[in-house]
């Protein structure tokens, strides 16, 4: 999964107002702002470890003068040290320490439902923004049609286009 530091306030808000439309969680009143920071604390440090993670992996392997296919496989040891998931158990990840954080947080007053049904809920709205990369991908390749794939011109085109695109849609970093 990917994050993107302009989608954060949004899931936030959506994660929080779901768990309340399902009665899983009551917040007292006036604490509605404090616990959707709370959510959002959750998602920003996981997208705070996981840069950190890709510039430690990205420098062990220019280090060791491996290959750029070593990157994902050094990531995910490094990942692995730490208890955090990367790539598909990303959201795993995100889930667990969101529940953990309803549970703990003096901003929920009540959290009705069981840890399956939280879950559910959490992994909903995650997945609506699971696919944001391969909808940036398709709209750029859009863009390029004039442009033959893998030559060096195309790669310099759909990196200026997807940054462009991140940049308009508020998506960089």
């Known amino acids: 999964m990917r994050l993107y ?3 954060v306030r949004v899931i936030a808000r959506e994660i929080l107002d779901d768990l ?43 280090e060791r003068g491996m290959g750029n296919s070593a990157f994902a496989k050094t990531k995910r040891q490094l990942a692995k040290q730490i208890e955090f998931k990367v790539g598909e158990d990303a959201m ?34 995650l997945r609506r923004y699971d696919d944001t990369e391969t909808e940036l991908d398709r709209e750029v390749r859009g863009k390029l049609k004039h442009l033959e794939e893998g030559s060096t ?21």
């Open 92 to 125: 795993t990840w995100i889930i667990d320490q969101c529940i953990e954080m309803l549970l703990y947080t003096d901003n929920i007053a009540e959290v009705f439902s069981d840890d399956l049904a939280l879950r559910v809920i959490v992994r909903t709205v």
């Open 5 to 7: 530091s302009g989608q």
């Open 20 to 62: 309340v439309k399902a009665a899983a969680v009551e917040i007292d009143e006036g604490r509605e702002e404090d616990a959707r920071l709370d959510i959002e604390a959750v998602l920003k440090e996981y997208i705070r470890v996981d840069r950190e993670l890709s510039e430690q992996a990205r420098d062990l392997v220019r």
């Open 153 to 173: 011109s195309w790669d310099v085109e759909y990196q200026r286009a997807m940054d462009n695109i991140k940049r308009t849609k508020g998506l960089n970093g």
